[in-house]
């Protein structure tokens, strides 16, 4: 069950922007950003862990298909303090996304769904959603 604020019929397509500006509580542990078609079907699940299932300042990303999780990704570069705000980007193309983080750094993971159009983005964990950019 989500907690956190989701967004549905967003009709983001490819090559347009989404900007979420959000604050990470501080002492936070890990917090989520999922985005997709729905719920079963996310073609992104942002997990930035501070520390939290036996990761420490790790981004893990994967995907899920019809509620199954694919392949995790770790990253090797964890641009969050908690307790500050900041502002995450994606963008994506039928093959990746391209997820713009603070500190000029960014990286690619597959768009293993093929999906064309985002209509869905939740916000689980330790963040607090400020403003969502669609552009
Ligand atoms: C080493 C053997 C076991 O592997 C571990 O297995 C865990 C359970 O599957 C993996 O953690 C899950 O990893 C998933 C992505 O692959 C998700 O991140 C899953 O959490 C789902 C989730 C949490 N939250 C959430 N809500 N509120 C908060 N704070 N978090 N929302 N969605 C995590 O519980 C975890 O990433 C994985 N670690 C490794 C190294 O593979």
Redesign the pocket.
Known sequence: MS?GIVCTNMGVKAGKRIGVKGEIAAGA????L?LGKDQANVVL?F?PRFD????VRTI?C?SMDKGE?GA?QRESVFPFQEGTNVEIFITHDPSNLTIALPNNHQFKFPNRLGLQVIDFLNA???FTIKSIQLE
């Open positions: 907690c542990k890990n917090f989520v999922n699940h997990n939290a299932h036996g990761d893990v994967n999780w995790e689980e964990g330790d």
